[in-house]
């Protein structure tokens, strides 16, 4: 088969595809045939060495992806040749022609949605949950603000919220951003370009701050994130890109609390009960993943650049067949 090989860490030229043996699934495991690939930006991280986790080399990138099982291993009974799937982590990597499974990393893809949308459910959706919902505890009737509202994890986390009965609100930094961030259900839209778009947001909120945030670019905003929360407000700390400095006593004046995550660290239970939840919102339509670019696998270096420029409008994904 084919797939994208990394042979040492560095920029996005080092993503190489090349033919290698098709996986075949042990006991408990499943063979995926990818239709559609998620890319994100921690696999950008991962490829360049600077992520604390660093694979062995050389290696295949990517977590997530959907298409139709290929195969089964022994004693695999939730899934038959043929069922259409999406992936939320891998034992090969997903950036392939064919990804091989642990059965629990595979979850039913329902007939409405496509391979391309399914390809955004294993980091972006998985992640906009648990932050919302088991690290931030966001209850209907909350305001949550979404700081970054345009990507992949940014859309997601603004469709949950909508359906859980939050008030939404969503930033972006490009008119067509916001556009989006709207059309997925924010009840309102900043540019978190604007300096002054804290101060937006107390005025929206009638000055009492809003109880969530889901924080895609802390290292920008935390110590503003502070201000404008209300007492007793919960920060989901999603991204980050660097240092930033807080005043502790905006913390404390609020009772506010900042709550980290990385996905890896999340318990196969929660991740069970997460995957049931993203299932069950396919299947009646209050999920649907938003699909902005798609390159052919082959151009790997290419949705790499495309996922760490501003401007997001989306999901972007890779095509074996293309
Ligand atoms: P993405 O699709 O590339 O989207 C990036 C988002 O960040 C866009 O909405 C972008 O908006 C926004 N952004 C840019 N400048 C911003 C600012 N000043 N303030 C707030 N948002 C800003 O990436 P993604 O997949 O959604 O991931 C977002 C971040 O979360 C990444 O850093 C990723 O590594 C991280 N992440 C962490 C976990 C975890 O387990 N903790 C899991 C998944 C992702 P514009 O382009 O419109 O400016």
Not at 133 to 153: I, Y
Not at 172 to 185: P, V
């Amino acid at each position: 088969m084919k797939a994208i090989r990394v042979h040492e860490f560095g920029g996005p030229e080092v993503l190489r595809l090349e033919e290698v043996p098709t996986p075949q699934p042990g006991a408990g495991q499943v063979l995926v045939r990818m239709h559609a690939i998620g890319v994100n930006p921690v696999e950008t991280y991962i490829r360049a060495g600077t992520y604390a986790l660093k694979p062995t080399l050389p290696y295949t990138p990517g977590n997530d992806g959907a298409g139709v099982v290929e195969q089964i291993g022994d004693s695999v009974t939730e899934f038959k040749a043929g069922d259409r799937v999406y992936t939320a982590g891998s034992i090969s990597g997903t950036y392939a022609e064919f990804a091989l499974c642990k059965a629990a990393q595979v979850h039913p893809l329902p007939a409405n949605v496509s391979f391309a949308q399914g390809s955004a459910m294993g980091t972006p959706y998985a992640t906009a949950y648990r932050g919302l919902f088991q690290r931030a505890d966001a209850k209907p009737g909350e305001t949550v603000l979404v700081h970054g509202a345009s990507g992949g994890v940014g859309t997601a986390a603004v469709q949950l919220a909508r359906a859980r009965g939050l008030r939404v609100f969503g930033t972006a930094g490009s008119d067509e951003g916001r556009k989006l961030a709207r059309e997925q259900g924010a009840h309102e839209v900043f540019d978190h370009r604007a300096p002054d778009h804290f101060i937006q947001i107390m005025k929206a909120t009638g000055d009492r701050g809003v109880d969530v945030i889901v924080e895609l670019l802390a290292n920008v905003n935390l110590g503003k994130d502070l201000i404008i929360l209300a007492k007793g407000g919960r920060v989901a700390i999603i991204g980050s890109r660097g240092r930033v400095e807080i005043n502790p006593r905006d913390a404390m004046q609020r009772d506010v609390d900042l709550r980290g995550m990385v996905m890896p660290n999340t318990s196969p239970e929660d991740l069970a009960s997460i995957h049931a939840a993203l299932v069950a919102g396919l299947e009646n339509g209050t999920l649907r993943p938003v699909v902005g670019k798609e390159f052919p696998l082959a151009e790997a270096a290419q949705a790499h650049r495309a996922v760490m420029e501003p401007g997001a409008v989306g999901k972007i994904v890779l095509v074996p067949y293309k």
